[in-house]
């Protein structure tokens, strides 16, 4: 079946500019996460959804990243202002309902200019 | 809060040698643990999981991995590693009783013919 997809797989910004990156989960697939993996290092948690309820945003770096799942479905991570520290591949995972097996997109890789 | 240390950051082996990957953990409740393989440009793909049972986990590719609760380790192995296996593996343990992940920094398996 069709996995975890994310568009644009990439994305050059030039520095000040908003992005928009989204995610399209396993249908579904009750939990999304937002994950930031940059150059060499492990992915770090960005955010959490159950349906379109955000329940921890403890990972996102400043006031300038968003996530949103309105519908419970699709979800879009917007940066606004985009800085160069924020230059990494942004991944998003999908799981079924308290399973800790989460199905990772390809990922957006960004870089800001 | 809970974490993992992956050893090695790169371990370069022959065609159809043995490995091991090492990772060691912190938890101070229940411990469940992961081995995620990311292959050049694509997302992390479930490898295996411990979250009870059987301290020796079976997954795909032919990768196992043991749970040592009193050495707070969960190793991987491969007893001959093919060329294909070439990819960066991550160990990950979710954070504060929350399916959220904590990554490790990864470990880089360069398999040489």
């Known amino acids: 079946g069709a996995g975890v997809s994310q568009s644009p797989r990439y994305k050059v910004a030039k520095r000040g500019q908003d992005v928009a990156l989204r995610c399209d989960p396993i249908s579904g697939h009750v939990s999304l996460f937002w994950y930031q993996q940059a150059l060499g290092q492990g992915p770090e948690f960005l955010t959490y959804?159950?349906?379109?309820?955000?329940?921890?945003k403890s990972g996102l770096p400043s006031d300038r990243f968003f996530a949103e799942r309105p519908e419970g479905s699709v979800s879009t991570l917007k940066i606004q202002r985009t800085q160069q520290e924020d230059s990494a591949v942004y991944l998003c995972?999908?799981?079924?309902?308290?399973?800790?097996?989460?199905?990772f997109g390809p990922g957006t890789r960004l870089t800001v200019t | 809060a809970q974490s993992v240390t992956q050893l090695d950051s790169q371990v370069p082996v022959f065609e159809e040698a043995p490995v091991e990957l090492r990772c060691n953990y912190s938890s101070s409740v229940s411990v469940y643990l992961f081995w995620y393989v990311q292959y050049p440009n694509q997302g992390l793909q479930l490898l295996l999981k411990?979250?009870?049972?059987?301290?020796l986990v079976k997954g795909i590719n032919g990768f196992e991995a043991e749970f040592n609760k009193s050495q707070t380790s969960f190793h991987l192995r491969k007893p001959s590693v093919h060329i294909s296996d070439t990819a960066e593996y991550f160990c990950?343990?979710?954070?504060?009783?929350?399916?959220?992940?904590?990554f490790g920094k990864g470990t880089k398996l360069t398999v040489n013919p």
């Open positions: 995972a999908s799981s079924l309902y308290n399973s800790y097996e989460q199905y």
């Open positions: 959804f159950q349906n379109e309820a955000q329940l921890d």
């Open positions: 990950a343990i979710p954070q504060g009783g929350s399916e959220k992940l904590v």
């Open positions: 411990y979250l009870s049972g059987s301290t």
